[in-house]
């Protein structure tokens, strides 16, 4: 969000530069009447249709389909649109508030009240397949087993607690997902180069090395971008790395030591 | 066209390459190839009339091969090794030493005598790239420093070689100081008539509409079509918003700028209606005027003081800002240094093309006793001192940019003061155009820093 994009804004867009995203539906009978609220407020849409940007002076709806489809039934010339950042997890939040899609947990970690409401909600939603499943029988188990590793949900059949194979197990993916990854052997670690004299490329090898093997959170870092504000700094005056933590390329002063694995001076 | 093997050529140059011929070799011609220039449309150590510059070229018209003729350069290239014999990195990434140096030779070949039709220079060592245009007597990016990747290579050659093949013609200036006072209205008028009596197709953009007093000092209004219409609407024509400010002489000879008044709507700006419709913000403006830039060869923006939306409009869209101050106003020069270290950093770091770039300030319309110019320069060379202190920020080119360590040059260019040039706003003409004494001093500010 700057003083030079459209990014967090409330926008007045015209309707001719957005195009529909997600595939919509909703009664003839709805989107009329809403159109016709519309009209009477002098076209002022005031709940947004939520957009990204996906070219100059072109978006492209991410959520609200439902104002987007009442604004083109009212005929709007404009229509007043939030622009959000086009990264995926603002995309996803978005549908969330707007209550387009559900928000999943990480079953591999979750708290017990979480996994508690989380089932709760399943089992309570009109014609749920898991109906007759005790709550907190299933979290109990759920909770106690061995859960961190699981890479799918079969394991949740053996714990006996009312969820069976089949409709009842494949309901949890609604609002359960799971993010284990199987146990890799680690990377070797790549030679210590001199930071002076590395070539651009094995700055990036180094910094790759800390990214992959995640030590002390380098997997956050964006490698392309460090490693081309590491290489194109001044570093003749450098008595340690220490002055890396200030080039502002996200390795701050408790990622320094780590360097220290793949760097010398 | 053949498409040119960028991996194998960077790969075969070594990571400390010390020897500035084989980067020319194994680099630099092919660069230059890419761009377009065959074998017969460049000169290597091209004598420049200051200095030999690494390489010149330019396209072959009917019987004149630049080979032979070595006369009118269109690009000039200097290269630099990868690093020192001793084996030193040599970085020209923006900012260090190396960089500087370079990019003031860069400067000062596109600015020697055998050059004057040059209009790029490039500056590259086969890791770093700068592309940087030449406009009258302005020098400046139009590149950011880009490093140079196997994964980008195409992108900058593609990028470099659309940006020489179409020129743009103007050269966009806003003229700006965040304080107020210090007469950016009537320089840019001025300037404006200046520029358009030597014979230049002027532009000037009152972007100031609370004040509109460039509008009003030209005794003009704002046409059917505004310029906030076409800020909020791209199918409308901009040009639409021009008008032009004439001015018949007793001779018979006509004189002519263009102007886009001031848009009383925009004054509304900070009504949410009216901003909700502006795209981008603060970086529309730049889009809107594109057109203007291979139309005209000077575009004035005028602007308000305070750090907003018309002020950051300006300086997004423009190449360079001209910073007007007041010897005796401590608070015009402390707020020329804000300009210089934040504003137009910050401005720069947003667009990403490496512009705007800030000229160096000069005093306006105020005369100067000794006395007075020593205590100015006392307060500016202490300026500069704490800056450099504490932010290692150097001031010194855009205060005394005459100045080499072998001659402590500290002119600041000084626009003497002149009682018809302030009373000029009530004749409805800028004083340039009136009076000879005034037509005078401007045209030496227009010489010190365009012409």
Known sequence: ?265 | MLLTDWNHILDNILPDESNEAVISKRFVEYFIEALGFNQQEQVPEFPTGNGTVDFAARKNTDGDNFLFSKTNPYLLVEVKARATGAGAKINLSEGTPQYINTREQIKRYLLASKCNTSQWGIITNSVHIQLFRRHGKVVFPATPTILIKKDNINAIVSHVKHLIDNPPKALTVCVYNNKGGVGKTTTTANLAATLAQQGKQVLVIDFDPQQGDLTKSLGLEVRKVSLYDCLSDRNLNIHDTIQPFAVKFKSGKLLQFDVIAADPKLGNFTEQDLAARIEKGSARLKDALKAFVYEYDYIFIDCPTNWMFFSQSSLYACDVVLIPTKHNNLASIDNAVKVIKELVPKVKAARQDGRPIALPIFFNGENITPSQLKIANQEITSIITREIKASNFNLLPYFYPKYIKSDNNTKIFSLPSYAIVAGAAFARIPAAFKDITAAKYYLELAREYFI
């Not at chain 1, 989107?31 to 072109?58: C, F, H, M, S």
């Not at chain 1, 490329?201 to 180094?206: M, S, Y």
């Open chain 1, 1 to 265: 969000m700057s003083d030079f994009d459209n990014i967090g804004k409330l926008m007045h867009l015209k309707l001719t530069d957005i195009e529909p995203g997600d595939h919509f539906s909703e009664s003839e009978f709805i989107i009329k009447a809403a159109a016709e609220t519309v009209l009477q407020a002098d076209g002022r849409n005031w709940v947004p249709v939520i957009v990204k940007e996906i070219g100059d002076y072109q978006y492209q709806t991410v959520s609200n389909h439902f104002v987007y489809a009442v604004a083109q039934q009212a005929k709007l010339e404009r229509v007043w649109c939030i622009v959000i950042s086009p990264e995926s997890q603002s995309i996803e939040q978005a549908k969330i508030l707007a209550r387009e899609v559900l928000p999943k947990v990480n079953l591999n970690i979750a708290s017990r009240d979480t996994i508690l409401a989380a089932l709760r909600y399943l089992i309570s939603e009109p014609s749920s397949a898991l109906r007759g499943v005790d709550p907190i029988v299933a979290t109990n188990r759920i909770a106690e087993s061995n859960r961190k590793t699981w890479s799918n949900f079969n394991p949740i059949i053996t714990l006996k607690c009312g969820i069976t194979k089949g409709k009842k197990l494949d309901a949890l993916a609604k609002v359960f997902f799971l993010s284990s990854l199987p146990a890799s052997p680690p990377l070797p670690p790549p030679e210590i180069v001199s930071i002076k004299s590395a070539s651009r490329d094995e700055v990036f090898t180094g910094l790759s090395y800390l990214s992959k093997s995640q030590i002390d959170g380098f997997e956050a870092i964006d490698i392309e971008k460090s490693s081309d504000v590491i290489f194109s700094a001044s570093k003749g005056k450098w008595k340690s790395l220490n002055p890396i933590s200030k080039l502002e390329c996200g390795i701050d002063t408790t990622k320094i030591k780590a360097l220290k694995k793949v760097f010398s001076l």
